[in-house]
């Protein structure tokens, strides 16, 4: 008898797990299934990084559907899709940070062949009806593929930040913060499932469901960060000229100017951002002051990043953070609260100012104004 209550025991235990395990996987695909929807319907300029970030959720949804049923891999069809869906998983997301990173982003026939091992192995499952040597070898080529894809959009990330801060005055990363967020909890998830891998070929089969339970309650999380994302910071879905290149590729062709045409061009340059203040533009770009000191885009930006040994958002902050201490210091402008003086000189956040200012002055604009006043 009382090895029969244990049995029960073990047995409603496992179940009570497997509930757990089916509930939140059955939480986390209603609300990818939501976020899907939302992406594809709402109005954006971003569409196409929208769509491709939706198709990523729908395919990671349609894999976690083994989690609280087996009705679907009945058909071996199905499960064949199934199984080799995960191979989109990590190419998608490559698409979707290329969409977001670059503004101007299309798919080509080119991008078809990211897709490639998907149709490989949907071949190979069919002929082979998952042997173990296929089985195999899906899992060395599944973990060579997420290495080499997490490697690539770390790259992508590292020269979007790069080109970001050598063409654009506002320092807010919110963009780079939120991809290289995703991509540290993709890599999160993924070790649960290598954990899972060798716990289920150990001695430690056991501990498989706890690890199934983690797995799932790190998906729900994933999943309601993303929800809270796109709820709270839409301007999420904006990116930089896909045409451009950070300023150390160009220094190979090296500029053809002369240094007393530098000279000029910097000398231009100086007078055009004390006379015209084009840094009090919140939105200032690389491009704009090209246009508006008549200066080349690319001699523009060698000179900044290169002569003069800046990136174009310090050199244009710096000349925001000298009127920021002016007006601070300023008796006649005490009425002035520091709100208003730092959208006044060209930034358009609280945030990004006082990390500019204490970069600059090693203070916050509050302690600058008593000490100088």
């Not at 320092?171 to 891998?197: D, E, P």
């Not at 999380?221 to 929800?227: E, Q, W």
């Not at 203070?363 to 104004?369: G, M, S």
Request: include cysteine.
């Amino acid at each position: 008898m009382a090895l029969v209550e244990i049995k029960k025991f073990v047995l409603n235990y496992l179940e009570n797990k497997i509930e757990i395990i089916e509930t939140i996987g059955k939480i986390v695909v209603f609300i990818m299934l939501l976020l899907s929807v939302f992406l594809f319907t709402v109005k954006t300029q971003k569409k196409l990084a929208n769509r491709i970030f939706g198709i990523y959720l729908l395919v990671i949804a349609f894999d976690l559907i083994g989690f609280f049923t087996s009705k679907f891999l009945e058909y071996p069809n199905i499960h064949n899709i199934k199984m080799a869906s995960s191979l989109l998983q990590l190419p998608l997301f490559y698409l979707y940070v290329l969409s977001t990173c670059y503004s101007n982003f299309k798919i080509t026939k080119k991008h078809i062949l990211h897709f490639l091992l998907f149709l490989v192995f949907l071949i190979v499952f069919k002929i082979t009806s998952f042997s173990e040597q296929s089985l195999s070898f899906y899992g060395i080529i599944g973990e060579i593929q997420y290495i080499y894809y997490i490697i690539a959009i770390f790259i992508i990330l590292k020269r979007y930040k790069t080109i970001y801060i050598e063409n654009y005055s506002n320092s807010n990363f919110s963009v780079y913060k939120w991809l290289f967020q995703i991509t540290i909890l993709s890599c999160i998830a993924h070790s649960f499932t290598l954990i899972r891998w060798y716990l289920s070929n150990s001695i430690y089969q056991e501990y498989v469901l706890n690890i199934n339970i983690l797995i799932s309650l790190s998906v729900l999380s994933i999943t309601i960060f993303f929800v809270l994302k796109a709820l709270y910071q839409p301007e999420l879905f904006t990116g930089v000229n896909i045409n451009l290149s950070p300023v150390k590729s160009l220094l190979e062709k090296q500029s053809s100017k002369t240094n007393i045409q530098e000279n000029e061009l910097l000398s231009k340059l100086t007078l055009v951002m004390t006379e015209e203040k084009p840094y009090l533009d919140c939105e200032l770009t690389l491009q704009k002051l090209a246009i508006q000191t008549n200066v080349p885009e690319k001699e523009l930006s060698f000179l900044i990043n290169h002569h003069l040994d800046k990136h174009f958002f310090d050199f244009i902050n710096e000349y925001r953070i000298n009127d920021a201490k002016t007006l601070l210091k300023d008796p006649t402008k005490k009425e002035l609260t520091v709100l208003e003086i730092l959208y006044e000189v060209g930034f358009n956040s609280k945030s990004s100012f006082y990390t500019a200012f204490k970069k600059e002055t090693n203070q916050t604009p509050t302690a600058y104004r008593k000490l100088t006043i």
